[in-house]
T-cell receptor, first 115, second 110 residues
Framework: DAGVTQSPTHLIKTRGQHVTLRCSPI?????VSWYQQVLGQGPQFIFQ???????GRGNFPDRFSARQFPNYSSELNVNALLLGDSALYLC??????????????FGPGTRLLVL | GQQLNQSPQSMFIQEGEDVSMNCTSS?????WLWYKQDPGEGPVLLIA?????ELTSNGRLTAQFGITRKDSFLNISASIPSDVGIYFC??????????FGTGTRLTIIP
């Protein structure tokens, strides 16, 4: 079975532009989470979606938004890009969204560079 | 954002040595996960722990969910070159988001 897939793998944008990142979860997984990982740090939680509804949001500005589609794939949108948005954006999928046995599996990430 | 305290930050060991790392938190967690990340790639799940006191192995890797539910440990026995990378712990309270540790960079000296 395919794991979590993300596209594109790399992206270069300039300040002020917007970007859309895409994620397809593992087959059968209904929850998708997005993380930002800057160099030298652990992933930071941005959003979690389950059954097309937002289930959690991290400490990120309103420039960051996301949505989940009926097939459980997801998009992360970032508007008005800043240099500090340069990072590896990771998508993770899980089989359950709450309770004691949620395990998240990560995709390879999208490397975003803002110039 | 909030992160767990993970130690050590880096380790330099010789091939064949055993490795130990740990994570501590001020919060109680219901789940502890250990991931390994290679440069430019996403984290790969190594071990998942769901119960206080639980001890789980995956080949040469063994991890434990601390009794206090505020810590977790990962041990790697007889290290090999492919063990090189960054190891992250991640903890999750019930119905809350997954929080990652600061990472332990493992380097194997020839």
């Amino acid at each position: 079975d395919a794991g979590v897939t993300q596209s594109p793998t790399h992206l270069i944008k300039t300040r002020g532009q917007h970007v859309t990142l895409r994620c397809s979860p593992i087959s059968g997984h209904k929850s998708v989470s997005w993380y930002q990982q800057v160099l030298g740090q652990g992933p930071q939680f941005i959003f979690q979606y389950y059954e097309k509804e937002e289930r959690g949001r991290g400490n990120f500005p309103d420039r960051f938004s996301a949505r989940q589609f009926p097939n459980y794939s997801s998009e992360l949108n970032v508007n008005a890009l800043l240099l500090g948005d340069s990072a590896l954006y990771l998508c993770a999928s899980s089989l359950v969204t709450s309770g004691s046995r949620e395990t998240q599996y990560f995709g390879p990430g999208t490397r975003l560079l803002v110039l | 954002g909030q992160q767990l305290n993970q130690s050590p930050q880096s380790m330099f060991i010789q091939e064949g040595e055993d490795v130990s790392m740990n994570c501590t938190s001020s919060s109680i967690f219901n789940t502890w996960l250990w991931y390994k990340q290679d440069p430019g790639e996403g984290p790969v799940l190594l071990i998942a722990l769901y119960k206080a006191g639980e001890l789980t192995s995956n080949g040469r890797l063994t991890a434990q969910f601390g009794i206090t539910r505020k810590d977790s440990f990962l041990n790697i026995s007889a290290s090999i070159p492919s063990d090189v990378g960054i190891y992250f712990c991640a903890g999750q309270p019930l119905n809350e988001k997954l929080t990652f540790g600061t990472g332990t960079r493992l380097t194997i000296i020839p």
